[in-house]
């Protein structure tokens, strides 16, 4: 599926958050403190920016806005995004769009290993109906946090499926955008994720979104504690810089490969 575009846009910069709070060790950059989040947010909003979610985000540029717009994604869901994210977004007038992991709600983040502690506990059922009274967009990151692309069809077809129809079923939501787990994806998930009703999805990207490109494979940048509001804007503006989005790009299929083998030996290759 490809975007239907007017003209009028050359760029849609899409920004991956995970924790607001801070985190230190490996896992340090998944994590941006709440005054961080206010900086980097208002420095949008102040170079002309429109933030929103990012079904909102295409749907308006579908409809032929020529805004500046940035759509803002959270993955996960962690507390830390009711409690400090939240008030974060009302304050600086931002939308916003969160990816649940729909089978750790009311639990931690267990891909994340010996790390899972430090990001403190996921958001319970009613913690996430809060965040959707909040105005937030909800949409899925799947039932279990791990990638797609390897998992032999069954398993796939329940991880989309059982985690739209929990969210449909509890929120009494329309969920219509989908992240892929570490950002994996491949022909035959994104024909399932449109096929359960998505008319949008996320990868990670590391770079601007183009008129044109697929709708169901959005890449995105990430703040990280190091940007400054002013670093965001550029990055926002320039996207990410070097060579690593393009090579990023041309090893998925490649690594795709190096992730099944290992799923032979046990091991979930990220």
Do not use: C
């Amino acid at each position: 599926m490809t975007v239907t575009t007017r003209p009028g846009w050359s760029t849609l910069p899409a920004l991956m958050y995970h924790s607001v709070s801070a985190v230190g060790g490996p896992m340090r950059d998944l994590a941006v403190p709440p005054a961080l989040l206010r900086e980097q947010l208002q420095a949008l909003t102040e170079a002309g920016y429109r933030l929103v979610g990012l079904t909102e985000a295409l749907d308006l540029l579908a409809a032929g806005s020529t805004e500046k717009l940035v759509a803002v994604t959270f993955d996960d869901g962690y507390r830390d995004f009711l409690t400090e994210g939240v008030p974060v977004l009302k304050e600086t007038g931002a939308g916003a769009t969160l990816y649940a992991s729909v089978g750790h709600l009311g639990g931690t983040a267990g891909w994340l290993g010996e790390s899972a502690p430090d990001f403190g506990p996921m958001l319970t059922w009613d913690e996430l109906a809060e965040v959707a009274a909040a105005g937030v967009e909800i949409g899925n990151h799947s039932l279990i946090h791990h990638p797609l692309d390897v998992l032999p069809p069954a398993q796939l077809r329940n991880e989309i499926l059982s985690s739209h129809e929990q969210l449909e079923q509890r929120l009494q939501v329309k969920v219509r955008s989908f992240a892929y787990p570490h950002g994996y994806n491949s022909r035959r998930v994104r024909d399932l994720v449109a096929s359960t009703g998505y008319d949008n999805a996320t990868e990670v990207g590391r770079r601007l979104h183009t008129p044109g490109e697929k709708r169901l494979a959005v890449p995105r940048l990430q703040p990280t504690p190091d940007h400054s509001g002013a670093d965001l804007v550029a990055l926002v503006r320039d996207g990410e810089p070097g060579l690593a989005p393009k090579v990023k790009q041309i090893a998925q299929p490649g690594w795709r490969v190096a992730r099944k083998v290992a799923r032979t030996f046990g091991r979930n290759l990220t």
